[in-house]
């Protein structure tokens, strides 16, 4: 598989500084550490589009990348991240949450929660935010790869379980960044949903 033809459009602070673009967006979000980066770099096949670090709360800023001249990618920094003041926290909650509501050509979250534990308040706020602000959303379950299949398919029945109800989630989908579990089926949504 080659790599898509994908750069970095800009790094954004405040609503009036998102790019003006007309093309379909998708949403990177999550809880902070959750693999929004390396998930983003998975999808293009490119080691360093996204920056990644071990440390969470690297992402400062909503981060858009243009893919394939058809697409624009927009990482999210990570909610609820402790090590940071509790301002600085608030400032990104309250960016996030202003894009989310307010970005016309939003047309997909893809709403990130690590596989290896039980979902966080936090990700369920998040989904009962989406669910109740009727935009249309993907789980993608991270990490799948650090733990067992039957544990995998144990949070995938879970979480599965829990969006029953949701009219607005699309899917849930296992992945693993190291092996390519569920990259295919990723982008197949993508295109399904954006064309």
Request: net charge positive; charged share 25%.
């Amino acid at each position: 598989m080659k790599p898509m033809e994908a750069e970095f459009l800009l790094g954004a602070v405040a609503i009036d500084q998102f790019p003006k673009t007309n093309l379909p967006e998708l949403a990177f979000s999550g809880r902070s550490n959750v693999g929004k980066s390396s998930l983003i770099n998975s999808i293009v096949l490119q080691k360093n589009l996204a920056l990644i670090s071990s440390s969470p709360g690297k992402t400062r800023q909503i981060n858009f990348f243009k893919v394939e001249g058809r697409w624009t990618f927009a990482d999210l920094p990570g909610f609820g991240y402790a090590q940071v003041s509790k301002d600085l926290r608030e400032q990104w909650r309250k960016l996030n949450m202003d894009y989310l509501a307010n970005r016309d050509n939003l047309k997909l979250i893809v709403a990130l929660v690590d596989s290896r534990h039980d979902p966080t308040e936090t990700d369920l706020g998040l989904i009962e935010w989406y669910e109740n602000n009727g935009k249309d959303f993907i789980i993608i379950l991270t990490k799948c790869d650090k733990i067992k299949p039957k544990d995998v398919e144990e949070r995938h029945e879970q979480i599965r379980h829990l969006t029953s109800s949701c009219k607005h989630c699309i899917e849930v989908l296992p992945y693993s960044v190291q092996t390519g579990l569920g990259r295919k089926e990723l982008v197949a949504i993508i295109k399904r949903v954006t064309e």
